[in-house]
């Protein structure tokens, strides 16, 4: 239940009327706004910004915190002081992007993650963005976000209104692990839709890393039925099963089985898996097209580009002016006929380059600022229509990673592929930074090969399979290369993930070390909200030579109660646990995980 307050104004000079919607939703602690002109006026009107919060906060010397990055490196958290003057976060690329997320909170200087007042801004919006957070010469902060107004321009005529992107504002009096909570809850609930909002997820495993384009239905088949034996419940086949798709420069657009590589058709394919009692999922990236592919050939109108210009071309591939009706008419067309006609359980959503050359063929020449906004919008109808259609079709968002890592996705998207990146040691860093934000139900994460295919690292398979469980858990990697021994272990943490999976969705996740400033070793935690059970993750980074101990002290925990830890098999009360701490044995060798945990007495 929200409570929600319109305040309309009218300014006397211009005519335009604003409008301005807020949300507030006291469970979670959080405020949403956004904003929207109306031109009642007599003549046409240009927006040449569209921002939709302003915050001004007369005190306090705060800090920012932000979450810059790039590809297969995306949401490194920094902290820094404001400087005199306007700092701007902001894409321009089109989507929200891997440099920046649409997310700030602004700290005081002594705010840590258990003490002290913070506040957060965070955009429901997956195009260019802005945020602008000015240190004024009064010492004064004001926080001004929206969509990025570089290359926008708008053109209200006369009856028409304009929407600006929700802000959700939460507060935080207790640290940021409050904040984070307020918005994993938040999102959580009211953001996230659809059956998967609370139902369990199936566990996948991506053919991705362990075929790329190169696969035959027989390959897939081996796949399947190998990962099913382990507990795995669904394959999803990434890309290359469409047009003639056997390498980047070729296919997109094109969304027609390729049944000659294929071997057959898609369904008898999904029925050999679905007999294997598994699940079928399928990539798609619906947005974009090659030029050597039939769409192209047939519209090539259809792509963003300048008339006159070579266009910039980014994974051999141009973005579709999703603005266009007939375009998403098209794809939903295309989309409907893969869904309707075979037995799909779940999309991966990809977006693998940024936009260029945005222009559409249809606008006016004075429009043109129009059309990125009109892409995002595009996306989103699209969106809507196909997630309405097949409710029970799970979608996973994905732009080459985490590249568009936000709550407009979220609404269709109850998950989005965290990172390229599936390295476990580079995933600890950005998965923190994302829980920042977002819960640990939206952050796609795999198992995959060693050495690592991004970094080249190796790393224990239990420490793959502990981070991967601070997210969706899925494996990326071909099982038929691995022996018997880590088959095993696979099935092991896919029971426990399946044991762990409401603590870890539905609980309270606490960062425990700075995964960026802390080199030594990783902590982090889950707590039920009752305090009935919790589980602690360590990971060592950077084992040292005669060490210092490992020495944690937990959180989300019941003082009075007594809880048992699974592993050792003993006893702690929770004021022990919380204000002593907990100390793990030392852990040598290369980048060693463990996990510990904590049932609270009476609700085994
Ligand atoms: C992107 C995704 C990957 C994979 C490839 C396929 O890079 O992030 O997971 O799906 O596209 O081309």
Known sequence: MALSLVIQMRDPVTGLTLRLYYGVFEKEDVITRSAEILNETAGTVQLHKALSACLDIPFGDWELIHFPGRHCMERQAERRKLMDGIQKISSRRGSSSHQHNPFAILALPETSEDYGECLGAMLVYSGSFQIEIEKTQMRAVRMVLGIQEEQFLWKLERGESFVMPEVLLSYSGRGLTGLSHNYADFIREHICRGKYKKARRPILINNWEATYFDFTAEKLLDIAEKAGELGIEMLVLDDGWFGRRDCETDGLGDWYVNEEKLGGNLNSLIEKINKMGMKFGIWVEPEMVNEDSDLYKAHPDWALSVPGREPVMGRCQLALDMGRQEVQDYLYEALRTLLSEHPIDYIKWDMNRNLSDIYSRVLAPERQGEA????????????????????????????????????????????????????????????????????????????????????????????????????????????????????????????????????????????????????????WQFASKDGAEALLNVVVVSPQANPTPIHVRLKGLREEAVYLEKTEGKYYSGAALMYGGFTLPILKGDYPAVQYYFVKEGSE
């Open 372 to 523: 990125g906004h009109r892409y995002i919008l595009g996306v989103y109808a699209l969106l809507e229509r196909l997630t309405e259609a097949f409710p029970d079709v799970l979608f996973e968002g994905c732009s080459g990673g985490g590249g568009r890592f936000d709550c407009g996705m979220l609404c269709y998207s109850p998950q989005i592929w965290c990172s390229d990146d599936t390295d476990a040691i580079a995933r600890l860093k950005i998965q923190y930074g994302t829980s920042f934000g977002y819960p640990v139900s939206a952050m796609g994460a795999h198992v995959s090969a060693c050495p690592n295919h991004q970094t080249g690292r190796s790393t224990p398979l239990r420490t793959r399979g502990v981070v991967a469980m601070s997210g969706t858990f899925g494996c990326e990697l071909d099982l038929a290369l691995l022996d018997e021994a880590e088959r095993q272990e696979i099935a092991e943490q896919i029971d426990q993930f399946k044991a762990y999976y409401p603590l870890i969705q539905w609980g309270d996740y606490y960062r425990l070390t700075d995964a960026i400033a802390d080199t030594y070793f990783t902590a």
